[in-house]
């Protein structure tokens, strides 16, 4: 393939990923029913907030409309409301105010406070000085710890009329109006009153007294409580999923809808009302997700079209035929990692999370679950170059020039390296202007369900380098060194085979050690007994850290993919260790917690 047709590929990648961006902007604004506007919010802290507003186009100061605050959990962002509530309820004539917490997305500029609550707080506020807000008619919900501040909120602003906690706790006998939504497989146990399994929450007396009921009754599922009218209506949905699940699943939405349906709009089913059914936010995930996998595309045809520019087709050699290890030993080898993983990632994310040592002594690494990923991969990229440094020494005769690490004589070393790294900055840059420029015509990112790629505020920007360069050493111990010389596969008949059979076994055992630990952790949760850890009494290596397994799996598969793809296009380890290194970078500085996050 020349560099013309490349170039016209990753055009029409580029416009794939222009139109998928434009379906989403227009499903979240229900094609013309919903205005939506990205908005700086005034705060008590004086410092801005970052929210997104949705009005119905109904909404006006001649007819106010009901309103909610919409609140994210810890480690997401105000575009994740979208899949429990924001966009079914605005399609349904309710104004919706989903902010960033201090600390997330683009609301960077201050930590948690009690005061204002991360923020939320000033969400409330300010979405009562909006003219065509009815401020008799307000509500409030969210997901994980975002439910847990949507109750404090509640608490501070006794005008509320109704309140809905997904993967919440059983809330307090003072909030008007509140529906639970909670997920029957539940990993998390502060949202599950710390037992298992969630089918016995029933009896559970934190769980009665919340809902106001006898020490000796039973907590019927799906039933409401109270009434409404005098604010004392009560519900406990039960939704099939786990903390994430709830987040996403379309029940959520549906209880959602039908419970402010009857605490601010008395059940009326006025001019905006939709069936509960029809909902779409699936649909603009998935544009993001197919923005996202087409702006990567474009960018990786970018990359091979520059590759045959003499500067950097320099960069370029055949592959080598040769492998390092026979296939008994490459099995053994991937065995070993595979419980290395296993080990690793759940002892050593301890290091971040919730109140971790590292953000608390170095200014210059403020992200708390960030530090925990950083330091499983710094602990992982050791051991494997200790590793990678033994097998070499047994194994003298393994060439690291025929292998891609080393140069051959006609480049050196070091512009071997720079022109690597310059051709993954060009790329890099290229899919962070393209998303950049999508967001500020738009106001869509390229994502899917989680914050991936996304414009950076200055102070995420200024971590980005501190957080890059233990990636990068992870990067080039493992995708370099351990996938690229010690388990190097054998070439196949084509680019496609190679490409693919390489990343499927190279999958097998970079990342089942993660999934194993994965099944371990649910499948005893899907059975009803409980959390694979929490049943065998170590509860503090599940969490969020199982939970986040669902994130991170994804994300290595992907980074498996292109490293491959690189190597496979170079035959050197460098484009590969760069680019990707970059992109989990972006990734992680973009959408982790700053700071502290009330939980």
Known sequence: MNSKTSYIIALIFLVITVLASYVGF??????????????????????????????????????????????????????ATNTFGALELAKRGFVVLAIDHFGHGYSTKLPASNKTISGANNGYQYLKTLPFVDKDRLGIFGHSTGALNAIRVAKLNPDHKAVNGLSSNGGDPALHNYLLTQGLYEEIGGYREKTFPVKDLVNHPARLKAFSLPENATLQWNQTYGSFDNGTARRAALVDGTHLGVMI?????????????????????????????????????FSGLIALFSAILSALFLINGLLKRPYFSAITQQISEKTALSTRKWWIFAGINIVLTMLLYPIFTQWGGANEPIAAKLEFMPLEMGNGIIS??????????LFFVLWKKANPTVSLQEFGVLNHASISLKSLVLRALLLSTIAVGYLYILT??????????????????????????ELFIVYWLPILLFFFAFNGLIIGVQMKQPLQKTFSATLMRWSIKTVIFAVSGLFILWLFHFIPDFMQIGPGFDVIGLPQFGGRWMMMLAVIIPQFIVFIVINHWCYLKTGYIYLGVFFTSMLMAWILVGGQVIGRFLA
């Open 436 to 461: 950049c420029l999508v967001h500020a015509w738009l106001g869509v990112e390229l994502r899917f369900l989680w914050p991936l790629l996304k414009p950076l505020t200055l102070e995420r920007a």
């Open 26 to 79: 227009q499903i979240e604004r229900d094609f013309g029913r919903i205005d939506v506007q990205t908005i700086t919010i005034p705060t008590e802290e004086k410092q801005p907030m970052v929210a997104k507003l949705y009005r119905p186009i109904s909404a006006t100061a001649q007819t106010p409309k009901p309103a909610l605050l919409a609140l994210h959990g810890y480690q997401s962002d105000k575009e």
């Open 376 to 385: 499983w991969l710094l602990v992982s990229a050791v051991i494997n170059l």
């Open 249 to 285: 699943a379309e029940q959520s939405n549906k209880e959602a809808i039908l419970w402010f349906n009857q605490a601010l709009q008395n059940g009326v089913k006025d001019q905006d009302w939709l069936d509960p059914n029809d909902q779409t936010y699936w649909y603009k995930e």
